[in-house]
């Protein structure tokens, strides 16, 4: 019962949250300079276009009633058209959206089975010299700007060795049937590596120093000791006992990497010509295509708003002594 | 008969207030990461402050080689140009030291006003409660739904390019991790005895806040604000590479996204996209060697 309580009052929490976000960006894309109705009408479209859009989103009316018809297109999923690709924004997006979760989930999940591997490693070796070298490494790799990462690996593996292609998802003049023929294809996974490569490098010391954090932390605890005591393995321990349980916090860390992974990919993306949402969101606002701005603006921020939800739930469902208070 | 000396009256000198704010901060001088960390950021701040005479050329300015032709790309050392040249005849070396300048003066600017806002807003929060804190925590909530770096971008493009406008994005969203670590830290100082027995003898609550509570939560906003330079010069460089800077300030950022868009990495040219990444690196993990000097001083239960 107290359970059902504390999801409910979560999800409220979720909904004001997504309601200020979408008011913030209608704010943001009303309040800005220039024409008012710059927000879904090029110049260039046509009369009948330009009129239609206009009854659309009631660009002649007062501005709260442009507000409450807005809110009622989101809630349908119309976004407008987008200027530069006379295409629904929505229809874009969809288009757009599978390369930045291949791109973000690839190289996560290569950062979180490198990061938990080499973080339990480092714990279990604790004070040796191997540790001490890697930390401030490990560190550094937080500091690095991770465009700057990718223009090297760029330079280094594209440019000087010849071993990778520079950008994009696939050769020119390559066409393949469908979905799965793309993605599964060679050409498509040489143009993933360098991108993921350059993720995964950046993304992998948040799993490692919080898996090696808990694992000193579970070290401590009556059950481990327990353990060695009972005369089991070094090994045993270590793995069946101690990362076991240091594990949860780092697998509801996912769902945050998720989140902060998409914003990332914003500079990544466009290093190396990711047909993703984040480059199209910089090619929107740079190109004024405002509509498509603020689809794929809002769609990252979807994202980012559900995966602190799913870490707040899956925190709460995996360590039970967690309580929502 | 040894002759015993009259006690001498020892009265206790209150140190100057300067030395207390510094041992209020609590440096972690004994940490040799942190002390790492100090020493780079004093280097960069020496470099930003003697620019004028540390740099060779004017980092704007087109030059030309001895023989009168442009000069563009050249190699480090080629005519007396330390680390070479832009395809547009620009000194990198004086760009590199310029940069340093921008990078420090939004990192600073951008740390202290995330950890001013969120240190006051968490003090607020916590130590008011009720109403006050749900408001406040809600708003924490929602600026935890925001997408940073892309606010920053649709922020830069419909002011004017200028390098505040990431001081500007952090402050209106940044405030949110420190707000709510400080807030937790004043529920607990809260209920300590002192800051009761100051109740009790009828201090204000603005006094309380003030004398009793911020002086334990100077080190914690230190903290962040350290970490928070590092997001700032980050956030700069993004921005910056994604073509929203400002053009008319030279910035590490800016010299990575002219390398870019100027082919320097198909030409091989290391020498120019690469210095500009390291100064990044060293600035922002010295922000992070001496948040983990803080860490242990900190909370000592994560030190081993």
């Known amino acids: ?325 | 008969m040894p002759e015993i000396a009259a006690p001498a009256i020892i009265k206790p000198r209150r140190p100057h207030i300067l030395a207390r704010m510094f041992r209020a901060l609590r440096l972690p001088m004994n940490d040799p990461f942190a002390v790492a960390g100090l020493l780079i950021y004093l280097v960069f701040i020496v470099v930003a402050v003697f620019a004028d005479q540390i740099a060779t050329h004017d980092p704007t300015e087109i030059l030309y080689t001895p023989a009168y032709d442009l000069a563009a790309d050249l190699r480090p050392g080629e005519d007396g140009f330390i680390m070479g040249t832009t395809s547009l005849g620009r000194d990198i070396f004086s760009q590199l030291v310029y940069g340093s300048r921008s990078a420090l003066l939004i990192g600073i600017t951008a740390a202290f006003m995330v950890a001013l806002i969120g240190s006051v807003i968490g003090l607020v929060a916590g130590y008011f409660g009720r109403w006050v804190d749900a408001i406040l925590m809600r708003l924490a909530d929602i600026a935890f739904g925001i997408p940073f770096l892309p606010f920053v971008i649709v922020l830069a493009a419909f002011l004017k390019p200028s390098i505040w406008n990431v001081v500007i994005a952090m402050a209106l969203v940044l405030w949110r991790d420190t707000a709510r670590v400080i807030r937790s830290q004043v529920l607990t100082l809260r209920t300590r005895g002192y800051v009761e027995a100051a109740r009790v003898a009828g201090s204000s609550d603005f006094k309380i806040i003030l004398r009793h509570i911020a002086p334990n939560i100077l080190p914690l906003s230190f903290l962040y604000g350290s970490i928070a330079i590092g997001w700032a010069i980050l956030t700069e460089a993004s921005i910056s590479f994604l073509g929203f800077g400002d053009p008319n300030s030279i910035s590490w950022g800016y010299m990575l996204q002219d390398a870019f868009a100027s082919q320097a990495l198909a030409k091989q040219a290391y020498y120019w996209f690469v210095p500009p990444g390291i100064c990044i690196i060293l600035v922002v993990s010295a922000g992070f060697f001496i948040t983990r000097g803080y860490e242990n001083i900190l909370f000592p239960k994560l030190s081993r």
Do not use: C
């Open chain 1, 1 to 325: 019962m107290k359970n059902f309580k504390a999801v409910g009052s979560r999800l409220l929490q979720l909904a004001l949250v997504l309601w200020a976000v979408v008011t913030i960006l209608f704010l943001m894309f009303r309040l800005m300079p220039g024409n008012p109705m710059a927000a879904y009408i090029d110049p260039t479209f046509t009369l009948e276009q330009q009129q239609q859009l206009m009854a659309q989103f009631g660009l002649d009316k007062p501005l709260w009633q442009q507000y409450l018809i807005y809110l009622g297109n989101l809630l349908q999923g119309e976004l407008g058209q987008s200027f530069r690709y006379r295409e629904p924004v929505g229809q874009r997006i969809w288009i757009l959206l599978p390369n930045t979760l291949i791109l973000t989930f690839s190289s996560l999940i290569v950062a979180y089975v490198f990061g938990i591997l080499a973080g339990a490693y480092l714990a279990w070796r604790r004070g040796s010299w191997v540790e001490q070298a890697a930390i401030p490494l490990v560190l550094t790799t937080r500091a690095m700007p991770e465009f700057w990462l990718g223009m090297v690996m760029l330079a280094i593996f594209s440019f000087s060795l010849g071993w990778l292609p520079a950008g994009g998802t696939r050769a020119p003049g390559n066409e393949y049937s469908g979905f799965l023929d793309l993605y599964t294809s060679r050409d498509f996974l040489a143009h993933l590596a360098l991108p993921a490569a350059t993720l995964a490098i950046y993304s992998q010391g948040l799993p490692l120093l919080l898996m090696r954090s808990n694992m000193l932390d579970v070290m401590k605890e009556d059950f481990v000791t327990m353990a060695r005591i009972k005369g089991l393995s070094n090994w045993t321990v270590v793995v069946r006992h101690a990362a076991r349980n240091a594990l949860l916090p780092v697998m509801t860390s996912f769902a945050i990497a998720v989140g902060y992974q998409l914003q990332g990919n914003v500079v990544v993306e466009s290093v190396f010509s990711w047909p993703g949402l984040g480059r199209e969101l910089v090619n929107a606002v740079a190109a004024s295509d405002y509509p498509l701005a603020q689809g794929a603006f809002l769609m990252i921020a979807l994202v980012v708003i559900f995966m602190n939800l799913l870490a707040d739930l899956l925190y709460a469902f995996l360590d039970p002594r967690i309580s929502h208070a």
